[in-house]
């Protein structure tokens, strides 16, 4: 069994992203920069958002923090959306999700400008990855692709069961492991809440992406030898032995799946950094376009 070491990968590509900023420095031009959006105080997406700023300085990126009050309106956030739109000197930002119950989240996704779209959100850019053509992946199904690609994992063929359908997560990856090239070229199953007897299929796949958010959810007994194991789930679990209160749980038995998976992603340390390393990749990319490069 191999672990695919998202920690490890995403370091690389980090350091990948800080050659490129060293570059763009050398030739005395505007480093990228990265804004994002937090609505309230929720504390798994104020961790998350504190990550995605602690990776732009690290590699060496401008980035800004715009946080708005849980009782923000939705026209405040749009405001907000459209000062940033025009703001030349940012390349990319996200709205970092979930937003409060007030604030329509299809209206807000809509009004970011898909140039500066480094989430692959907007419906043109998710259009554009389903019909092949150039644009932003998600960040948590490119990092998934990523992780596969470097670590060689065979996609041609194989059928790959994806849990859950998700716009962020469960929906993109299976539809870019159906895609033709690499990572790709698989059968792909979509299940979710309303499929019956999901073990059936889950045996039968030789790739399991996991993006339910139910710990535990994925037993050794629903998996055949060998198969290998993304676990999208990223759930906290009380835990009073922790100096935090609580640990990270994914979707997977991984004590016991482990022993029969050819390859497995841990949590943490798996798919949660590498969505980070995308993140910042697209924003690099945003810049590009931003500046015809
Ligand atoms: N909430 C959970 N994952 C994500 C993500 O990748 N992007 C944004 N904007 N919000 C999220």
New binding site residues.
Partial sequence: MVILDGKKVSNDIKNEIAVEVQKIKDKGEKVPHLA?IIVGNDGA?LT?VGSKVKACERVGFESTLVQMSNTTSEIELLEKIKELNENADIDGF?????LPPQINEQKVLLAVNPDKDV?G?HPTNFGKMALDMSTFI???PFGILELLDRYGVETKGKHTVVIGRSH??GRPMSILMGRKGFPGNSTVTLTHSHTKNITQITSQADIIISALGVPNFLKAEMIKDDAVIVDVGITRVTDETRPRGYKIVGDVDFANVSKKASYITPVPGGVGPM?IAM?LKNTLLARERHNNI
């Fill in positions: 994002a997406s998350y996200i709205v970092q999700l979930p989430d959100f998600p960040a948590t962020i997560v969505t993140l």
